[in-house]
């Protein structure tokens, strides 16, 4: 009997300490999950929903549905769509549809368009459901298979085209991929299907990019960030910078300019342009485009690079701007009407030191360019102050996407949730 009272007591321990640990859990949950970001006064935040997968960019229909493009497939889907039935802000329904994995969503003429690694298709809605009819139709294929920069990104202007960012499948057109000392191909043959920007109709179908695809745009090595901005009536777009300079070059580069070189440039992209990339890149210290090591330079030397087009704006290295946005609302103040947002994702190139990035910035515009600098808008993401690793980051903001009341949305692919930031007077 004694016997059995001791091992009573101590699976009534066992139960208290389990339930003990377990409310711990939930309230530290709790805690997080009603944490605030850290915005310009009057701004606040509210979570749509958490969870849903890794998470990239991001479309509002104009009845206020959310659609979210996941990088992986969850529940054996590529898709989330959410909608918010009481209008407090947070999903109420929650499904998941497509078969493929993507970067590259929005609404346009009425469909939602989905760019997955290879192709680019659209789904049609009947009436005001959620999920759209399961047939999609295919709009373009024919890209050119690559283990590097694979996603498909997308926007459209008013006459009838739409733009795909195709990133370069290398670091910088090496003969050797990623290996020191390595000379760099010239002419690099990755230009030829890779390292820009192609356009395509935005209602054909059967699309093929060597049959049907217009080289836009060249010498950009990934431009995951991208948006037509009706106001002024331009394509722009935000380009990841290469990598590894002191790692592969280190005769010429120390540590500290490996992680601050080069800067991530915003470009504003005129049918014909040509950024440089791989020959060139863009050093934020000299203000000029200088000629890549794997082609002969010294980090001084502009050689071919006095041709090629300069940023309008330039941000830290190794930040990585994953979309932009150009607000065209009426919810916020007056001086955000027709800026540009732009969602930087954080990077892993300025190991060893501190990494750059995990916040969303504001770009005032007047006409085609920035009218001030930038300034970080949102922040708070990464959860601490000094993040050395991605994967030391709670959040890592990826897509931005307006919605109908001019709300701005932003989501996450570190742990699947999203944002709607709202303002107050």
């Known amino acids: 009997m004694k016997a059995q009272n001791v091992i009573s007591g101590i699976f ?3 139960l208290m300490l389990l339930t003990t640990c377990s409310t711990r859990e939930n309230k530290t949950s709790q805690t997080n999950d009603s944490e605030e970001l850290s915005l310009p006064d009057g701004f606040t935040s509210i979570v749509v929903a958490d969870s849903l997968g890794r998470g990239r960019h991001l479309a509002v229909r104009n009845n206020g549905d959310v659609y979210l493009a996941l990088r992986e497939l969850k529940n054996n889907h590529g898709i989330v769509a959410l909608r918010d039935n009481n209008e407090d802000g947070t999903a109420d329904e929650i499904e998941y ?5 993507g ?15 290879k192709e680019v298709m659209r789904y049609e809605f009947s009436k005001e459901d959620l999920l759209p009819d399961q047939n999609r139709e295919l709009i373009i294929a024919g890209f050119p298979d690559q283990n590097q920069h694979t996603a498909k990104t997308i926007t459209f ?4 085209n739409i733009y795909v960012n195709i990133g370069a499948p290398s670091n910088a057109c090496m003969e050797q991929t990623r290996i020191a000392g390595s000379k760099g191909m010239y002419p690099c043959p990755q230009l030829k299907r890779h390292a820009g920007i192609w356009r395509f109709k935005d209602d054909v179908p059967d699309q093929d990019q060597v049959r049907d695809g217009y080289r836009y745009a060249t010498g950009i090595r990934n431009a995951v960030a991208l948006d037509w901005n009706f106001n002024s009536d331009h394509l722009y777009a935000v380009q990841h910078g290469r990598d590894q300079l002191s790692q592969f070059f280190p005769e010429i580069y120390n540590e500290d300019a490996g992680v601050n070189l080069p800067a991530e440039e915003l470009f504003l992209v005129n049918d014909g342009s040509d950024f440089g990339w791989p020959y060139c890149y863009y050093d934020p210290f000299l203000k000029k485009k200088v000629l890549g090591p794997e082609y002969g330079g010294d980090g001084k030397t502009t050689g071919e690079c006095e041709n090629k087009e300069d940023p309008i704006m330039f941000f830290p290295a190794h930040a990585a701007p994953n979309d932009i946005l150009f607000y065209t609302g009426n919810q916020f103040p007056e001086r955000y009407k027709n800026g540009a947002f732009i969602a930087f994702h954080g990077s892993w190139n300025r190991a060893p030191q501190e990494q750059e990035g995990y916040y969303v910035v504001f770009i005032p515009f007047k006409g085609a360019f920035p009218s001030g600098d930038w300034e970080v808008f949102a922040d708070g993401f990464a959860g601490k102050e000094v993040v050395m690793q991605p994967h030391d980051a709670r959040y890592r903001p990826m897509g931005l996407a307006e919605g109908p009341d001019g709300s ?3 989501s996450d692919s570190q742990a699947g949730r999203i944002w709607k930031i709202t303002y107050n007077e």
């Open 12 to 14: 009534i321990f066992l």
């Open 97 to 101: 549809f497509g078969s493929y994995p």
């Open 103 to 117: 970067t590259g969503i929005a609404f346009h003429k009425g469909f939602l368009y989905f760019a997955s690694d």
């Open 157 to 160: 202007d008013g006459t009838g």
């Open 408 to 410: 701005l949305y932003i």
